[in-house]
């Protein structure tokens, strides 16, 4: 089984991690290092338009606080399972736009239940060969979400991520790249940030 390299984009919604992780993985397979997007969505969007299709509010609404944070993170965990099984599988670089931070601050930011069960779920998965931080204003992303139209997000929320992101234990050994910048430049930066990684492949 060849080695794998996975690279993951994390950071608030709205940061842009989705947009810059597909273009990521378009320009270092251009560049002749085939790479792979890979989507960690814990599928909020879709458990909101089942939620209203039966009268409910929003998917916690739907299926509780206590079951909502589980399935969430069993979606999550099961696209991680699959990214790492792609990358070894065929030796591509993996660009994910989330890992496993992202569901330990998302947890503690709802004040859910279970990151302590969560995290043991998620430690059979390696730590990723680079981790890219695109640091946005909390003001800057919410109006990204509600420019998307598919969802929307509470500045406080937001905000309480972002602390959640920048308070983590490893968040050091992060590459912060400013994700408030026009989006060229953040792929330019990103571009810069992967290519020691790519290179020792």
């Keep these: 089984m060849r080695r794998s390299t996975m690279v993951a984009l994390v950071g608030v919604d709205g940061s842009g991690k989705s947009t810059q992780a597909r273009a990521l993985a378009r320009r270092l397979t251009s560049a002749g290092v085939p790479a792979v997007y890979l989507e960690n969505a814990g599928g909020r969007p ?17 299926f509780g606080r206590r079951c909502y944070p589980l399935l ?21 670089v993996g660009v994910m736009d989330r890992w496993t931070w992202c569901q330990y601050v998302i947890m503690r930011a709802r004040g859910d239940r279970g990151v302590r069960l969560v995290r043991a779920a998620y430690a059979v998965f390696p730590k990723p060969d680079l981790v890219c931080f695109l640091a946005v204003t909390p003001e800057l992303a919410r109006q990204r979400v509600l420019t998307r139209g598919i969802d929307t997000e509470e500045l406080a929320h937001l905000t309480a991520l972002d602390a959640g992101y920048r308070a983590l234990a490893g968040f050091a050994d992060f590459t912060v790249i400013d994700g408030d910048a026009d989006p060229t430049t953040v792929a330019a930066a990103l571009d810069r940030a992967v290519t020691p990684v790519t290179t020792r492949r």
């Design 46 to 62: 879709l458990w909101n338009r089942l939620a209203q299709a039966v009268g409910r509010r929003d998917g916690v609404h739907l």
């Design 72 to 92: 969430e993170a069993t979606v999550r965990w099961l696209a991680l399972a699959r990214a790492v099984a792609v990358t070894r599988l065929t030796g591509r």
